[in-house]
């Protein structure tokens, strides 16, 4: 009983470490945007993404030095999926999110390198193709960067002050998230659930929890570009980087039967937002509500199984 109470106050403890960090860190990153010119989908598609990302990239690499090749492969293929299900579909209740030609263009980026991916699992990732897929993270960057700069604001505080507050953000997120993803995986354990369940549901949540707690804060705050490139980039990072590096560190090989139906969702999800972001430019509350339920349904295919 004792262990229980101490793991969930671990979650708890966590969960509020998070929430004020990523409040922290959207604030900051927006003024630093505004300051130097950069485009919030900018900053939402590199900064925010790759930072909040950070705890996917901490668990997989980890777990490929463990030779835990199901969490490795299940917590990048869960935090994809509960990124656009979960995430985009909490924030879209905050406030329609209106899509640009900007933003379907790197949706385009994000399914195809989804799609790529996905075969690669099935087929199993050797140390080669994480590599291409590491570069691939490079090329996307060094895109992004090219781009031409916005008209620059006069910023009250220094941009120096600005980035070291965004450090500590960033700080309080990824301890928050270990945190909880710490006492939310114990629970998990202590009811003798497969290492997978807990990647694909319990571990991807945690590590996605600073991409909605930074979406949700800036979906609030009116930053919607941020809110959406944020998790266009995090799944595009997660993709590229954190499955490159974590291949590359061991290949990885397909041994669950199960994980072709996570792809399956992991995919679905991808163009069923490409769709929208092209059909509709915008995503509101109807949108939100359906991606919402597939994400439910997603997680009853886990609970089934």
Do not use: C, H, W
Not at 49 to 74: K, R, W
Not at 215 to 238: D, E
Not at 255 to 277: C, H, Q, R
């Amino acid at each position: 009983m004792y262990q229980f109470m101490f793991n969930v106050a671990f979650f708890v403890l966590g969960l509020v470490v998070l929430l004020y960090g990523a409040s922290m860190f959207t604030s900051n990153a927006s003024r630093i945007a505004k300051a130097l010119g950069v485009s919030e989908l900018v900053i939402g598609l590199t900064l925010v993404a790759f930072s909040t990302s950070l705890p996917e990239l901490a668990v997989s690499v980890t777990a490929s030095f463990a030779g835990s090749a199901e969490i490795a492969i299940g917590n990048v293929i869960g935090s994809n999926i509960s990124n656009i299900g979960l995430i985009l579909g909490i924030s879209a209740f905050l406030g329609p999110i209106a899509i640009s030609k900007s933003e379907f263009s790197q949706g385009i980026t994000m399914l195809l390198i989804t799609a790529a991916s996905a075969l690669l699992i099935l087929g199993g990732v050797t140390r080669l193709e994480g590599l291409f897929l590491f570069l691939f993270i490079i090329i996307f960057l060094i895109n992004l960067l090219k781009k031409g700069p916005e008209e620059k604001i006069r910023e009250t505080q220094r941009v120096g002050t600005r980035l070291l507050l965004l450090s500590v953000g960033v700080a309080g997120v990824i301890a928050g998230s270990r945190l909880l993803v710490f006492g939310a995986t114990n629970i998990a354990r202590s009811l003798n659930v497969s290492e997978l369940f807990i990647a694909v549901t319990i571990v991807a949540i945690g590590t996605s929890l600073p991409e909605l707690a930074t979406s949700a804060t800036a979906a609030m705050k009116g930053l919607k570009k941020m809110a959406i490139g944020n998790i266009i980039g995090s799944n595009v990072f997660n993709l590229a980087a954190v499955l490159g590096v974590s291949s590359m560190v061991r290949p990885i090989m397909l041994t669950n039967f199960s994980i072709p139906i996570d792809l399956l969702f992991m995919v679905g999800l991808s163009a069923i937002l490409l769709i929208y972001m092209r059909s509709e430019r915008k995503l509101s509350i109807r949108e939100g509500t359906i991606l919402l339920f597939l994400y439910a349904l997603f997680l009853a295919s886990q609970v089934l199984r």
